[in-house]
C-alpha cells in the first residue's frame, strides 16, 4: 500500500543552522509528493510539492527532491530561523492523501 | 478566497451530547475530506467526498459517527452520541485535483467532558 514514513522528532535547532527532515514513501505507481507545516493552533499549509521524479519543490528557503531511486523527499533548508518553528509533514497523494507521522520542529535564538 | 471554513473553532460538550461540525470548501474544489488529529494517532482521515458523494468512509470508527454534504459548498461531520475518547482537533479540508494538494481549514478543536 501507500505510505510514509518520516524523522522522528523532536529536532531542536539554533537558528541559522541547517535543517534536514528525512522522508521516505511506499507507493505503487507515480504519486505526488508534499510537505505540509503546521503552526501552533492552526490546520496544515502546503509548504511545497513535487509531482514527477527528480523534480526539486521550493517555498520560503525550504526544498525537497523527488527521489525515484531511494523513494526519498528530504525537507531541507540552509538557514532556520525562529519563525519556522513548527510541525512538519511529508505526504504522498496517489489518489488519496498518506501522512507521516509529523516532525516537531524548534529552533531557538 | 477565504480558504476552507470550519466552525466551530472550538467546541466543548458533555458526554451523550450531538456534536455537529460544519465546513465550507474552496469554491470550485470537487474533493472534501474529514481528517483527525490527535497526539496518539496523528493525522487519521475519516472519510472523503467527490462531487458531493461520499468514496471511502472507512476511516469513520464507528456507526456514531456520520458525515453529509448536500452541496458543493457545505459539509458536517455529527458526532451521537459523544465521548470523551472523541477530543481530538477535527479537520475539513478541500481539492480540485489531488495531486497538487489539499487545503486545511484551521480545525475544530472538540472536547468531550
Known amino acids: 500500500g501507500n505510505s510514509v514514513t518520516q524523522m522522528e522528532g523532536p529536532v531542536t535547532l539554533s537558528e541559522e543552522a541547517f535543517l534536514t527532515i528525512n522522508c521516505t514513501y511506499t507507493?505503487?505507481?507515480?504519486?505526488?509528493l508534499f510537505w505540509y507545516v503546521q503552526y501552533p493552533g492552526e490546520g496544515l499549509q502546503l509548504l511545497l510539492k513535487?509531482?514527477?521524479?527528480?523534480d526539486k519543490g521550493s517555498n520560503k528557503g525550504f526544498e525537497a527532491t523527488y527521489r525515484k531511486e531511494t523513494t526519498s523527499f528530504h525537507l531541507e533548508k540552509g538557514s532556520v530561523q525562529v519563525s519556522d518553528s513548527a510541525v512538519y509533514f511529508c505526504?504522498?497523494?496517489?489518489?488519496?492523501?498518506?501522512f507521516g507521522a509529523g516532525t516537531r520542529l524548534t529552533v531557538k535564538p | 478566497d477565504a480558504g476552507v471554513i470550519q466552525s466551530p473553532r472550538h467546541e466543548v460538550t458533555e458526554m451523550g451530547q450531538e456534536v455537529t461540525l460544519r465546513c465550507k470548501p474552496i469554491?470550485?474544489?470537487?474533493?472534501l475530506f474529514w481528517y483527525r488529529q490527535t497526539m496518539m494517532r496523528g493525522l487519521e482521515l475519516l472519510i472523503y467526498?467527490?462531487?458531493?458523494?461520499?468514496?471511502?468512509d472507512s476511516g469513520m470508527p464507528e456507526d456514531r459517527f456520520s458525515a453529509k454534504m448536500p452541496n458543493a459548498s457545505f459539509s458536517t461531520l455529527k458526532i451521537q452520541p459523544s465521548e470523551p475518547r472523541d477530543s481530538a482537533v477535527y479537520f475539513c479540508?478541500?481539492?480540485?485535483?489531488?495531486?497538487?494538494?489539499?487545503?486545511f481549514g484551521s480545525g475544530t478543536r472538540l472536547t468531550v467532558v
Open positions: 479540508a478541500s481539492s480540485l485535483e489531488g495531486r497538487f494538494g489539499y487545503t
Open positions: 507507493a505503487t505507481g507515480y504519486p505526488s
Open positions: 513535487a509531482t514527477k521524479a527528480d
Open positions: 505526504a504522498l497523494n496517489n489518489n488519496d492523501m498518506r
Open positions: 469554491s470550485g474544489h470537487n474533493s
Open positions: 467526498f467527490n462531487n458531493n458523494v461520499p468514496i471511502d
